[in-house]
């Protein structure tokens, strides 16, 4: 028997979500059904809202979410009923050409559940990132489940299926960051703030943090952020510099996602440094650059797709590292919220007053 449930609606580009049915089919073969424990509130949901990722209205929203697996399709093996997962949007496909490589972490061809959620009258719905987890259950590719410590609350784990994944990676993983190490981080959201901790539990011996809002400049200090930039009223290129002897950061992470931040962390770097754009442009924006300083400043332009994570490996350790108390999770979770409070969550993100409102079921 399918399942009827609700779960949060975005409906059209740039209406305010609704709460409604969603009608969750029995897994099928290779598919999990979830039963969601807490889903944070992600900038990318907002981004699908407003139709800046795509047109297949309407969708599901929600894809940082923890819970407890419901039930489980034929042939599925890496999961069972009761056990307690984090839901990842990179389902490896262990055949593609990154896979084959040895590069997993760059999947191109990530597993979803085959079978569509729908509207109580049969609509399909486009869940978002593959997940669509602010509902009481969603249905997912059972490799989209990874088994981690029950010991963690559903709030904090779920963070690690997106956006503190994706900051904590990108110093981590794409970043490479390591002791000793400079960093600069534009942006200081719940991504920016993760590729704080992150370059900290790295062992980086200066880390700048950079934002137009002093209250996120403030909660930047409690990840491990040595110093702050506001850069609405100072240059940021030029308070980097400063900070780092005159020569730029080892490592510029970009969590915002505009031209313009992009630039700063472009030239906030020092010689041969490391530029990681994590933040997720707009198909509208567009980058000019000479090309003499692309060459001249040598290094590497990387971005980083959720971090470059291979969930399997990341999310079990960094909830260890978080039950260890190594690793500050919870600073993380400004409020816990109902379904029913997702548009209201989206404009407190915009008004800059969260890291990050947890839906918990
Ligand atoms: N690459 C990935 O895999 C991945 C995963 C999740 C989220 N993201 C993206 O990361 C970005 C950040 O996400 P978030 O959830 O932290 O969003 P958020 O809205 O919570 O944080 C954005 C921060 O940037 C600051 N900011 C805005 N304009 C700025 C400017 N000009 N200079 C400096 N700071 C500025 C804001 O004050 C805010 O603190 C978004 O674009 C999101 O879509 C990427
Ligand atoms: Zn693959
Ligand atoms: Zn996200």
């Not at 996602?257 to 933040?279: C, M, N, S, W």
Request: proline share 6%.
């Amino acid at each position: 028997m399918p399942y009827e449930v609700r779960g949060v609606i975005a409906g059209g580009k740039g209406e305010p979500v609704t709460v409604q049915t969603v009608i969750v089919p029995d897994p099928g073969p290779g598919e999990a059904v979830v039963n969601v424990q807490a889903c944070g509130v992600c900038h990318t949901d907002l981004h699908y809202r407003e139709g800046g990722i795509n047109d297949e209205f309407p969708f599901l929203l929600g894809h940082e979410a923890a819970g407890v697996v419901e039930a489980v399709g034929p042939g599925v093996t890496g999961v069972a009923p009761g056990d307690y997962v984090i839901l990842n949007w990179r389902a490896v496909c262990g055949n593609c050409r990154a896979c084959l490589r040895g590069r997993p972490w760059y999947c191109f061809a990530t597993h979803n559940a085959g079978q569509k959620m729908t509207l109580a009258d049969g609509t399909p719905l486009s869940p978002a990132l593959g997940i669509g987890a602010f509902a009481e259950k969603t249905l997912v590719a059972a490799g989209q489940c990874t088994k981690v410590d029950p010991d963690a609350r559903p709030a904090v784990a779920g963070l690690l299926g997106c956006g503190v994944m994706a900051g904590l990676g990108a110093a981590i993983n794409t970043g490479g960051v390591t002791r000793g190490d400079s960093v600069a981080v534009i942006g200081c959201g719940g991504v920016g703030d993760a590729a704080i901790l992150g370059s900290s539990v790295a062992g980086a011996s200066k880390i700048i943090a950079v934002d137009v809002d002093d209250r996120k400049l403030e909660l930047a200090g409690q990840f491990g952020a040595t110093h702050t930039v506001n850069s609405r009223t100072t240059d940021p290129v030029e308070a980097i510099r400063e900070l780092t002897g005159g020569h730029g950061a080892d490592v510029v992470i970009e969590a915002v996602g505009r031209p313009e931040t992009y630039k700063q962390a472009f030239y906030a770097r020092d010689l041969a440094g490391t530029v990681v754009l994590v933040g997720v442009p707009t198909p509208d924006m567009t980058l000019e650059l000479p090309l003499l300083d692309v060459f001249g400043r040598g290094g590497a332009l990387k971005s980083s797709w959720y971090g470059d994570c291979l969930p399997s490996r990341d999310f079990p350790m960094l909830i260890d590292l978080y039950l260890q108390g190594r690793l500050n999770l919870d600073g993380f979770v400004s409020e816990t919220i109902e379904l029913d409070e997702v548009e209201e969550a989206f404009a407190k993100m915009h008004r800059g007053e969260v890291l990050r409102s947890v839906v918990v079921l």
